[in-house]
């Protein structure tokens, strides 16, 4: 499966000005811009291993990028002498990620059910690089460079009834990441109980810890 979006939005305009002697003119052309786009890829491939065991493998690709431009350019006449002047910014922010995760299972009985699996994830952040160009001046970039970091885990859990009423699910997933060589890791715990009081009635209770090593960010 695979998805792209990419959606544009412009403004383009001219100005000009004379004085009434013709001795000064001016004439000004302006762009303004902003994009913002998505691709998404999945490549995924199911499998039964046994009557009991089935696999599910998928390999993932995605990228985000967004794009806020202006660009300005001027002519001035005046007398006998003439100038252009330029200027020209954009602001872009990207992020890359390649992903590939194996899933498991396991059904021993019709009220026991396994589930297992491993992710593996390649993120390429460039979290936001403003340029900006104008005359008489070098080229200057701000912002932060391409940084690369990867993401693993992996995660167990079982659902299986201990009585006709109690049933249980507990799990545990195990994640860590790396970004600049520095490694952060976390375990996170799942339990889930359900205890029957009627065929109608029912008691749940549940616990979990979870950990989310990307946030989304502003600098506003």
């Known amino acids: 499966s695979a998805y792209l979006g990419d959606d544009k939005g412009s403004y383009e305009g001219n ?27 999945a490549l995924r491939w199911n499998s039964v291993i046994t009557n009991k065991l089935f696999s599910n493998v998928t390999a993932t690709y995605s990228r985000y990028r967004f794009l806020i431009y202006a660009n300005s350019q001027s002519k001035i006449v005046e ?5 252009e002047d330029y200027f020209y910014t ?19 009985a019709p009220d026991h059910y396994i589930k ?9 952040f460039t ?27 992996v995660y167990a859990e ?8 109690l ?10 990441f790396l970004v600049e060589e520095k ?11 359900r205890y029957l009081l009627t065929s109608a009635l029912s008691v749940k209770a549940s616990y979990s810890k979870m950990a989310q090593f990307i946030h989304l960010l502003s600098n506003v």
Do not use: C
């Open 15 to 41: 100005d000009s000005y004379s004085s009434p002697d013709n001795s000064y003119t001016s004439t000004t052309h302006d762009e303004l811009g902003i994009q913002w786009g998505n691709i998404t890829t």
């Open 79 to 83: 007398s006998d002498t003439s100038r």
């Open 90 to 108: 954009e602001y872009n922010s990207s992020i890359k990620d390649y992903a590939l995760k194996v899933d498991f299972d396991y059904i021993p």
């Open 116 to 124: 297992f699996g491993a992710q593996a994830i390649q993120h390429a």
């Open 127 to 153: 979290p936001g690089v403003l340029a900006y160009r104008e005359t008489h001046q070098k080229d200057t970039t701000l912002g932060a460079t391409k940084t690369n970091a990867q993401e693993f885990s």
């Open 158 to 165: 079982d659902d299986f009834a201990i009585t006709p009423k």
């Open 167 to 176: 049933k249980v699910n507990m799990g545990v997933h195990a994640s860590g």
């Open 183 to 193: 490694f952060y890791a976390s375990i996170q715990p799942r339990l889930a109980a």
